[in-house]
């Protein structure tokens, strides 16, 4: 399936805010992927579908999990919300034909992070949090950091995201927490040599 396709069928898919989000989280993605030198084509894609499973009712989530064999945690067993990432990562192969792992990777963990991301998983997380359309918490730091110091605004968006998930007496996803102390531990490594 070629871009366009994906676009008409993404949109027929989305309600139509979810669908702007989208359209928005892709240009940033982009913007992004040329300052750090990624793929612009993988960034495009992937942000134009990282959330193509977003609109999913819950048994529709639960029913994508069974069929290939997604565990669910406790944590998206009471927040089955967390998975649309790594439901959308099943339906951008399945429904939009999507080969590329590191397209995949970028969709699947965009909700929650992980030890380890990549350039690309940081860019869609990222591009997810500060697209123009997000006027949440802390955005302006994180929005400002961006083109600077990918690893220091990717960490204003963890800070921002664990206050308003603790602000909501909600659970924190433990790959959240993974994510920002792996990003941490990196950065002050680099600042110490």
Known sequence: MNFSEMDILLKKSLKPGRYIHSVNTMKVAVELAEHYGEDLEKAKVAGLLHDCAKNLEDN??????????????????????????????????????????????????????????????????????????????????????????????????????????ISQNGLIHPFTIEARNYILLMTQKTEEN
Not at 94 to 104: H, P, R, T, W
Not at 129 to 134: D, H, K, L, Q, V
């Open 60 to 165: 529709e989530t639960k029913w994508y999990c069974i069929e290939n064999h997604i565990e669910l945690s406790p944590i998206e067993e009471n927040q089955l919300f967390l998975m649309h990432g790594a439901v959308g990562a099943v339906v951008a192969r399945q429904k939009y034909g999507v080969e590329d792992s590191v397209v995949l990777n970028a969709i699947k963990y965009h909700t929650t992070g992980f030890a380890g991301m990549c350039t690309m998983d940081k860019i869609i997380f990222l591009a997810d949090y500060i697209e123009p359309g997000r006027t949440h918490g802390d955005v302006q730091e994180a929005r400002s950091l961006a083109f600077v110091d990918l690893n220091r605004a990717l960490i204003s968006a963890f800070n921002s995201v664990i206050k308003y998930v």
